[in-house]
């Protein structure tokens, strides 16, 4: 291949750091080769044979797997002689078949890397069923990553899910954080792959914050891999590249060439999408001289078909056809199905524009045959509209309307699949927040119970104490009153929970959503469903104390009023006011009370109002309790009865609003006043609604 003239002093450097490196790894050679000669015992010549293979971890990988060959032979012979002497039980039967394991898995790694998917498994399983008789968490966990790694690389996600499950089981059952770390990325790939960006998004940085607080920097820059494969699916480029560099700076610092490989078509990619086919190729460039130094195909496939869409996106069609064929030939020979289908599809395409129809039909229609036997939607969409166009050309009409038809009805059913999936990623998210909440509402409850248990011991201790029994049930009596209001306080607590988040709110929105999705307003869909899950996290968190801050509410009831204006259309205007001598970072009040009253005034009140409306929330500190104002310019109430068919309608949310206020009237032995007053115009027609409300406050220091 020639390259650039300005590659060649980065050539030459390569060349003189591969001579060093050479150097070292000639010496490093040398002297296992010593110690291998010197060795006295076959467990020391095992760990030599294993350091001599490791020096050839970046390839070449014949060089490697000699090594490892002789060590298992050596450790099987070690195993054969133990059995005849019928020590399978000693600790060094146990030592050598930990030997023979870490082997099998060895060669699993490095056939994985050139591809050989099934001969990878065989190794993989024949390790797997070994451990399984010895009981180590650790090595189960190890092969049954290893396996689902494999199986993803297939495309085979539920396998590899399957496996990935019980990979980070054992994994939680050993002190290996930083394994445990590894597991999680290995599952958020799955859901990378499956679009649940944002599950997978919070996987990886669950990992990245254990294994940067380890100083683990390989897997680190995988972390940062695939966050920028996050931002590279949601066509944020520029993010995308600054996760890719860091990942392939580590990459560089810890010698790993297949993570530095990746990186480079990674950013190649990323460049090709921004419209710079030729920073593409430099990057490419770098991946393929990296391939030859190692000698590695695992991915070049890929490598191949992205310079040719960088030549195509040049026009240089020639040089496109080169490329597509290099990847068909190595898929061909690793059974890759999907880099076939994609290669022959992209060639169909390239002759197809340079009307050599009747090898844009072969190519086409191959492609087609292999992605309908994979069942790949995607692949198919492709092949089957440029047959369709092709037949167009040619005059045959009859097939031309058939692919068209096939080619309408599956890119209906992506896009269909795509909407799901959004909807369905903000529904697990929503569920495993609600789980978190329920498992903290089950703690209190155990909490509860302990103390009634603790009571009833009191109780039965005071009656065999004559002298303070009426003393002791006076207390238990107190106690009893006090626990039954603070219940009381939490059920209600969690029926206003449950009223502003209720299905019927819920449905509303996923249908906002789906109908954006629908007019593919991806942008005005992204927003709302960013707001709609940030609402429903928000308001979990609240509902688990008693006061929140000033300045977390007020968050809390912004995102609500703008999820509302989101949902009508932008039909109102708001104000959120503070007077200035509130810090709303240390004053704290009970959550929740303020935002019933802001549905009804826009449910009830600027819903139905023609002109755009108005709502303002005043909040105003006083010497021993917070007054909230609520302020509406709407139809009033009583035309908002005569547009609910003249029936009386209370909210419910409202009703225990009242419930929660004269609670805290007894609990803090102050009154609490709510008023709602029907706003009018000069001429007496109504003009929106006012509500004014108190409620206590804390002062508490939030360093504290």
């Not at 680190?220 to 891999?225: G, L, T």
């Not at 297949?258 to 593409?280: D, F, H, Q, S």
């Not at 498992?439 to 103390?451: C, F, G, P, R, S």
């Amino acid at each position: 291949m020639v390259y650039p003239k300005k590659y060649l002093a980065f050539s030459l450097l390569l060349m003189m750091m591969s001579l060093c490196f050479n150097a070292r790894a000639e010496e490093s050679l040398s002297n296992l080769q010593k110690q291998l000669r010197d060795a006295q015992h076959d467990t020391t010549r095992i760990h030599t044979l294993f350091k001599m293979g490791d020096l050839y971890i970046n390839g070449p990988s014949d060089s490697l797997l000699f090594y490892y060959t002789q060590a298992l032979n050596v450790i099987r012979q070690n195993l054969g002689q133990l059995k005849k002497e019928e020590k399978i039980n000693s600790p060094l039967f146990i030592r050598y078949q930990y030997f023979e394991i870490r082997g099998l898995i060895e060669f699993g790694i490095e056939f994985f890397y050139q591809s050989k998917y099934e001969e990878a498994l065989k190794f993989y399983f024949e390790a797997l069923e070994k451990v399984e008789k010895m009981d180590n968490v650790g090595l189960l966990s190890e092969c049954y990553s290893e396996i689902g790694i494999v199986y993803k690389n297939q495309g085979k996600y539920d396998l590899a899910q399957t496996y990935y499950n019980k990979a980070l089981d054992y994994a939680e059952k050993t002190s290996d954080t930083s394994w445990i770390a590894s597991c999680k990325i290995n599952t958020g790939n799955i859901y990378k792959e499956q679009g649940y960006l944002t599950i997978a998004l919070n996987l990886y940085l669950e990992a990245l914050k254990t294994l940067e607080s380890l100083n683990h920097d390989r897997r680190v820059a995988a972390c940062y891999q695939n966050i920028g494969d996050i931002y590279s699916k949601q066509l944020d480029f520029n993010k995308a590249l600054e996760y890719y560099s860091r990942s392939l700076s580590l990459a560089k610092s810890t010698d790993d060439k297949v993570r530095e490989n990746t990186c480079y078509l990674n950013i190649g990619y990323v460049y090709a999408n921004m419209n710079e086919p030729k920073t593409a190729h430099e990057f490419y460039n770098k991946a393929l001289e990296l391939y030859e130094e190692s000698g590695y195909s695992h991915e070049l496939d890929d490598c191949y078909i992205l310079f040719g869409d960088s030549y195509r996106q040049e026009g240089d069609d020639d040089k496109a056809i080169i490329y597509y064929n290099k990847a068909l030939k190595i898929s061909l020979s690793e059974q890759d199905m999907a880099r076939q289908a994609e290669a022959l599809i992209k060639l169909g395409a390239i002759y197809k524009n340079r009307n050599e129809l009747s090898k844009a039909i072969s190519m086409s229609q191959q492609g087609l045959d292999i992605a309908n036997a994979m069942g790949s939607f995607e692949l198919i969409v492709e092949a089957s509209i440029n047959l369709s166009e092709i037949y167009e050309e040619v005059g045959w009409h009859q097939k031309a309307f058939d692919l068209y038809k096939v080619y309408s009805r599956l890119k209906d059913s992506l896009f269909n699949a795509e909407k799901y999936k959004a909807i369905t990623e903000m529904e697990v998210k929503y569920e495993s927040e609600k789980k978190e909440h329920q498992l903290a509402l089950l703690e209190e409850k155990n909490e509860v119970q302990d103390l009634k248990l603790s009571r009833r011991n009191r109780l039965y201790f005071a009656t065999l104490i004559g002298i303070g029994l009426l003393l002791i049930i006076g207390y238990i009596l107190l106690r009893n009153h006090q626990l039954r209001v603070k219940h009381r306080s939490v059920e209600l607590e969690q029926k206003l929970m449950r009223s502003q988040m209720n299905p019927h709110f819920i449905f509303n929105s996923l249908i906002a959503i789906q109908s954006y999705i629908y007019k593919r307003e991806a942008v005005e869909a992204g927003d709302y469903l960013a707001k709609f899950a940030d609402l429903i996290r928000i308001t979990l968190e609240n509902s688990r104390v008693e006061f929140v801050s000033l300045e977390k509410e007020i968050k809390m009831l912004k995102v609500y009023i703008e999820l509302q204006a989101l949902r009508f259309d932008q039909k109102f205007d708001y104000q959120i006011e503070l007077n200035p001598d509130i810090n709303e970072a240390t004053l704290f009040i009970p959550p929740m009370l303020a935002q019933p009253f802001i549905e009804n005034a826009i449910e009830h009140g600027l819903r139905h109002k023609l002109e755009r409306g108005m709502l303002r929330i005043h909040f105003v500190q006083r010497k021993h309790d917070i007054s909230c104002i609520i302020e509406d310019n709407g139809v009033g109430r009583e035309k908002s009865q005569e547009i609910q068919n003249k029936k009386q309608h209370q909210s419910m949310a409202t009703s225990i609003t009242r419930e929660r206020l004269a609670i805290m009237e007894r609990k803090n032995r102050q009154r609490f006043e709510l008023i709602i007053e029907d706003l009018k115009d000069d001429n007496g027609i109504p003009n929106g609604t006012r509500v004014k409300f108190n409620m206590p406050y804390q002062i508490k220091n939030t360093l504290d």
